[in-house]
């Protein structure tokens, strides 16, 4: 099953990406020293908007108010509903490097007179000829319908690439803990996963803050194009805010919690447990009293952010066979959005 062997690689390419990231960043990073930029901005649809939400979260961040950092979709910048200023830099995402949207956002940008990069998946891509600095992370080679090791190896090199321009000091170790990291995380989904009767569930909720909001994000776009099962998402506190009278015997919930607000989501998860749903708590160390899936990760930082998208991305290839559909073949989707 080729999504399944695709999300089960992702602690190996994550090694690659550690070991290979300072010369991958290194004119991105000269890029951003001399022009200076006002603000770094994140574009990029579906999966990739995602991401981009969490890389401008991650990078305002570390940055802690040196510079701003706004994501945006495709279209809104395409359409001109939303955009970057001149003194900014936009930075689109696309595992394809040929997303219409995409693309259409960073001409327009360019005609603006922003400066532009790409981060991309694919050598050769129409966004590597169009941006005025790509980044190409070669060793991606995703051939899967449904974007997954793309989406955390993105989003640990521009995790990274905020720990060089603003902490770096933190880099090294940041570069060796991910890899491990992810393989620990990976290890903790597969047998947590184990636990569940997936065909018995038919409601999936995802919860967090800031970077871990855009990973349960993530999650729905998982759930629901593979395996066609209702998915939510919040703030993990919103969630009593009307939307947990959804709450049944069907409902797996997975919270994502942060060391600020670990008690208030540990009571959110024990109260949909109450409800008769099925609370899953994803943490960087280990957590009594419920399921738990521990990224090993020891910050307070929320750079484990992307890892978290990993028991999502199981989710919805499991939910999808126990449904006896194919995560191969998604119903209605092609693997490049092209207008």
């Known amino acids: 099953m080729i999504t399944r062997n695709e999300i089960l690689e992702q602690p190996q390419k994550h090694g690659i990406l550690s070991r290979r990231y300072r010369s991958l960043s290194r004119p991105l990073v000269d890029f951003i020293g001399k022009s200076g930029p006002a603000s770094i901005d994140f574009v990029g649809c579906g999966t990739s908007y995602f991401l981009a939400m969490g890389c401008a979260k991650q990078l305002e961040r570390l940055s802690k108010g040196r510079i701003r950092s706004s994501y945006y ?24 490097g040929t997303s219409t949207e995409t693309l259409l956002a960073l001409e327009k940008a360019h005609r603006d007179g922003v400066r532009t990069a790409a981060l991309t998946c694919q050598p050769g891509s129409k966004m590597i000829e169009m941006a005025d600095l790509p980044v190409v992370l070669d060793f991606i080679e995703e051939t899967a319908i449904v974007m997954t090791k793309s989406f955390t190896s993105m989003a640990f090199f521009v995790s990274a690439l905020a720990r060089e321009l603003f902490a770096p000091g933190s880099l090294d170790d940041y570069l060796n803990n991910i890899p491990a990291s992810s393989r620990a995380t990976l290890d903790d989904s597969l047998n947590c996963l184990e636990t569940f009767a997936i065909a018995d569930l038919d409601h999936f909720v995802f919860l967090g803050y800031a970077e871990y909001f855009a990973a349960s994000m993530e999650g729905i776009i998982k759930v629901t194009e593979m395996s066609l099962t209702e998915a939510d998402s919040y703030q993990t506190l919103e969630y009593r805010h009307g939307p947990k009278s959804k709450v049944r015997k069907g409902t797996l919930a997975v919270v994502s919690t942060n060391g600020k607000s670990l008690s208030e989501e540990l009571a959110m998860a024990g109260e949909i447990e109450r409800l008769g749903g099925r609370p899953v708590i994803i943490s960087g160390g280990k957590v009594e009293g419920f399921a738990n899936i521990a990224t090993r990760y020891g910050g307070e930082d929320f750079g484990d952010w992307f890892l978290r998208a990993i028991p999502l991305q199981l989710l919805g290839v499991e939910r999808a066979i126990a449904r006896n559909l194919d995560p191969d073949r998604p119903q209605n989707l092609t693997k490049v959005v092209q207008l």
Not at 73 to 79: A, C, F, R, T, V
Not at 87 to 92: A, K, M, N, V
């Open 73 to 96: 979709s495709g279209s809104e910048i395409m359409l001109g509903l939303a955009g970057p200023s001149e003194r900014d830099l936009l930075i689109g995402l696309s595992r394809s």
